[in-house]
């Protein structure tokens, strides 16, 4: 009898063994499917990791900095929406199973070809509106104008792409004179290229400002009252 208990005792430890393996082998499978919920505030490497997939895709998170800042936030939404997902800023487990999968929508400017990476893009168009509006302005005015059309680009009010901002039109008519006048087409000196990498990279002469103009050509009459002065640099003054 306590020979057919010893038995039946091994028997089940065996079996115990035999799942505990199973379940480690199944737990290691599955390792790669693992992911950390990043929101507002989050830190580290995995932020990093996000944000390089969200500006690889088009979708403007700022420096690749391990940070989850207001404009990694606003690129979750933007690739969100893009997505048709759950839309509340926060990536979680289906946000980051699209962004790191090929499925995912990303955002192409028009008029480049599909080769074209997204920094390569932005850097394009970023430049030629610096170059278009502030040619003649102070490196610092440049730097400025750059970061009034990103600071537009996490703004919920305008569009979510450097190329959509620039071309965005209020009762058929252009936001920007460059537009109309065509002179966004102009190659752009390689100071306004700079410029444009400058304000890529986080340079914020004019803080928060999405608005700017040349008092000496245009009234500005809603943006004087309606916005708040911030500064002037050169010929254009700036308001946010």
Do not use: C
């Not at 980051?96 to 390569?120: D, F, H, M």
């Amino acid at each position: 009898m306590k020979i057919h208990q010893k038995r039946i005792v091994v028997s089940i430890l065996v079996l115990v063994l035999i799942l505990l393996n199973i379940t480690s082998v199944y737990a290691a499978g599955n390792s790669t499917n693992s992911y950390v919920v990043l929101k507002f505030r989050s830190r580290g490497p995995e932020v990093s990791k996000l944000q390089q997939a969200l500006n690889n895709k088009g979708f403007w998170a700022g420096n690749v900095d391990g940070i989850f800042g207001p404009k990694t936030e606003n690129a979750v939404i933007a690739f969100q929406k893009a997505n048709k997902i759950t839309i509340d800023g926060i990536a979680g487990k289906q946000t980051q199973s699209l962004l790191y999968g090929t499925s995912a929508s990303t955002q192409v400017s028009r008029g480049t070809s599909s080769g074209s990476s997204a920094e390569t893009t932005n850097v394009y168009w970023l430049s030629r509106i610096i170059h278009a509006e502030a040619g003649s302005e102070p490196y610092r005015g440049k730097v400025a104008v750059g970061s009034v059309i990103l600071n537009r680009v996490v703004s919920s009010e305008f569009p979510n792409t450097i190329k959509d901002v620039i071309f965005e039109y209020y009762n058929g008519i252009p936001q920007f004179s460059p537009v109309a006048e065509g002179t966004i087409y102009n190659t752009p000196s390689e100071e306004s290229v700079q410029a444009a990498k400058d304000a890529l990279n986080g340079v914020k002469p004019v803080g928060n400002s999405t608005y700017f103009f040349n008092p000496d050509k245009a009234e500005g009459k809603w943006i004087v009252n309606n916005k708040t002065y911030v500064t002037r640099i050169g010929d254009h003054v700036f308001y946010k």
